[in-house]
């Protein structure tokens, strides 16, 4: 593409081929869902709720008191994988579907623990079948 820039069917092909490539990765990316998630959840008025349904879950969960805009909230943190946030996030919703959520993406940490992770695709598959039976 850099050597005809002159022409319109190789930039053309050059993007689409970029763009099929980046959209091909995140998708993989996503259903892998490898690595940690740090969810930050804000309630007016479930939080106390929502804790003692993710630490039942499995999670680890820290709790803040706090004072927003329109009075008492609980802020809530958990450390989670990736591959666990549509329960996390079903959890909150199921709760209080108003609460504030942000998740990121942490760099580093050290101590604590996480739920282990399952892998859906060792479970109902032909793979289950080979793994000797105990």
């Known amino acids: 593409a850099v050597k005809h820039v002159d ?3 190789h930039i053309l092909g050059y993007a689409g081929g970029y763009a099929t490539g980046t959209f091909v990765g995140i998708t993989i990316e996503r259903f892998v869902a490898y690595g940690v998630a740090m969810v930050r ?3 007016a008025h ?3 709720e929502i804790a003692h349904a993710l630490r039942e879950r499995g999670y680890g969960v820290t709790e803040v008191a706090g004072f927003g805009r ?3 909230v609980e802020v809530l943190f958990a450390a989670v994988n990736r591959s666990h946030l549509d329960d996390v996030l079903a959890i909150v919703a199921e709760w209080d579907d108003a609460a504030f959520v942000t998740i990121e993406e942490p760099k ?3 101590g604590g623990q996480l ?3 399952e892998w859906p695709v060792m479970h109902n598959s032909l793979f289950s079948r080979l793994r000797p039976r105990v």
């Open 46 to 48: 479930g939080g106390v």
């Open 115 to 117: 739920r282990t992770r």
């Open 108 to 110: 580093d940490m050290r």
């Open 7 to 9: 022409s319109l069917l």
């Open 41 to 43: 959840i804000i309630s």
């Open 70 to 72: 329109e009075g008492r």
